[in-house]
């Protein structure tokens, strides 16, 4: 099983970012996809999940309005676009997979928010 994002940088406020993340070793469509973050010296905390066949859709309050997940079965992408980023969206972003008890993680790509 691999969970590999890409797609982080850095990018000035107000700028924008697209992440990606592809999976490999399992039944994709199967999985409810997330993204959550994690910022220097705080807790991982959840951004947006994506339901398996990609109907629906949830947000974090934090990012509702600004982020968009999506995601390609049939090339086992999910992905999120960020727009308007603020410093405070700066964090290690990660991808999640989640299937009754199965649930699976990447390493991580870094955005950094910044002047």
């Known amino acids: 099983v691999q969970l590999v994002e890409s797609g982080g940088g850095l990018v000035q406020p107000g700028g924008s970012l697209r992440l990606s993340c592809a999976a490999s070793?399992?039944?994709?469509?199967?999985?409810?996809m997330s993204w959550y973050r994690q910022a220097p010296g705080k807790e991982r905390e959840w951004v947006a999940v994506i339901t398996s066949a990609g109907g629906s859709t949830n947000y974090a309050d934090s990012t509702k309005g600004r982020f968009t997940i999506s995601r390609d079965n049939a090339k086992n992408t999910v992905y999120l676009q960020m727009n308007s980023l603020k410093p405070e969206d700066t964090a290690v972003y990660y991808c999640?997979?989640?299937?009754?008890?199965?649930?699976?993680w990447g390493q991580g790509t870094r955005v950094t928010v910044s002047s």
């Open positions: 070793g399992f039944t994709f469509s199967n999985f409810a």
């Open positions: 999640n997979a989640r299937f009754r008890w199965d649930n699976y």
